[in-house]
């Protein structure tokens, strides 16, 4: 008789390997993703969310969604082609270490390489670059994103973190929760801001018309972001963003929904951009955190790329300088 409340594998069909766990009668009404989480295990929920997804879990013999509810008595599947996929570390894709101890990684990230792995972005991501960089990382359990804190967009460039260890990770999820990591954030923007400082607090949630977008939506997150201008130029305007929140997109969607989207962003606005500008202008220029090894406050900074500083500079009709006024100094101050 069983004692503890572990899911019950019925039996693994011969040939697939894929594995098939009955819904026990005390996991009637959880949320897919939930119940693997917490009765099947191996993954955190983000990760069973990711694969679910990818369409490797199938509930009652047809692909899912992670919200939808499981009965007693359900038959859940997971190909064994999605499970434990074991990431091949990359040394050929370059890593630009801001900073480094026995918790915590800061990376300056380039534009166009992707956090983890994901459906369409399986190779060369960052996390294959910090697996070759710093083996321990490695998930045994095939985890997709070991040691990642939060993410940064494809085409957003600068600054982000990781955990080194399991410890580390859970310390800094935690400050974030209680908004005691500040991360600061260069955009160039469409029109003239007519405000010099400002805060938009608007609910996000995922777009129900087109899957990949996020959108502002009553039933959302809350989603909180301030921001101050730094330089107008007519038809654009440079703006010092502070996330109050991390949502998906919350920058270009917070902007967008203000009338100023990204310039060159073609998912939430236009794409308009000025001359020289191949990406939207975003980059995570600023880091404030508390290392979890040491206590130290950390405050990094990162300047804004070539690609990004160059078209600003044709804007204001000079060579490129730093951009911005009145940023913290980085360094770092013992509390």
């Known amino acids: 008789m069983s004692s503890g409340r572990r899911p019950l594998i019925q039996h693994q069909p011969h040939g697939r390997g894929d594995t098939v766990y009955r819904v026990p009668p005390y996991g009637h009404g959880m949320r897919l993703d939930a119940y693997l989480a917490k009765l099947v295990g191996e993954h955190s929920r983000a990760e069973w969310q990711r694969l679910i997804q990818a369409g490797a879990v199938l509930l009652r ?27 091949t570390p990359d040394p050929s894709i370059p890593l630009d270490v801001v900073y480094a101890d026995a918790a915590l990684i800061v990376v300056n990230k380039p534009p166009g390489l992707v956090v983890h792995p994901a459906p369409g972005n399986e190779e060369h991501t960052l996390v294959h670059a910090l697996l070759a960089r710093f083996p321990e990382l490695h998930d045994p359990t095939g985890g997709q994103r070991p040691g990642i804190v939060h993410r940064l967009d494809k085409d957003t460039s600068g600054l982000i973190m990781i955990g080194r260890t399991v410890e580390a990770v859970a310390a800094l999820q935690a400050q974030m929760q209680a908004g005691e990591v500040v991360k ?89 951009r000025p001359p020289g500008l191949r990406r939207q202008f975003v980059h995570a220029h600023y880091l404030r955190v508390r290392s979890p090894a040491t206590g130290a406050v950390l405050e990094l900074e990162a300047p804004l790329p070539p690609d990004l500083a160059e078209p600003l500079a044709q804007l204001r009709g000079s060579p490129p300088t730093t951009a911005g006024t009145g940023e913290p100094r980085a360094g770092s101050t013992q509390d």
Do not use: N
């Open 61 to 87: 013999g047809r692909p899912a969604q992670p919200a939808m509810r499981v009965a007693a008595g359900d038959a859940v599947i997971v190909r064994q082609t999605a499970q434990h996929v074991l990431l």
């Open 184 to 272: 600061r954030y260069y955009l160039l923007v469409l029109g003239d801001i007519a405000a010099g400082e400002g805060m938009i607090e608007a609910p996000i949630g995922r777009d129900p018309r087109f899957r990949q977008r996020m959108a502002v939506r009553a039933e959302g997150r809350p989603a909180l972001t301030r921001f101050w201008v730094r330089e107008r130029f007519g038809r654009f305007t440079f703006v010092e963003a502070e996330l109050a929140t991390g949502r998906t997109h919350q920058l270009r969607v917070h902007f967008a929904y203000i009338g100023h989207p990204v310039a060159g962003d073609k998912l939430y606005g236009s794409g308009r």
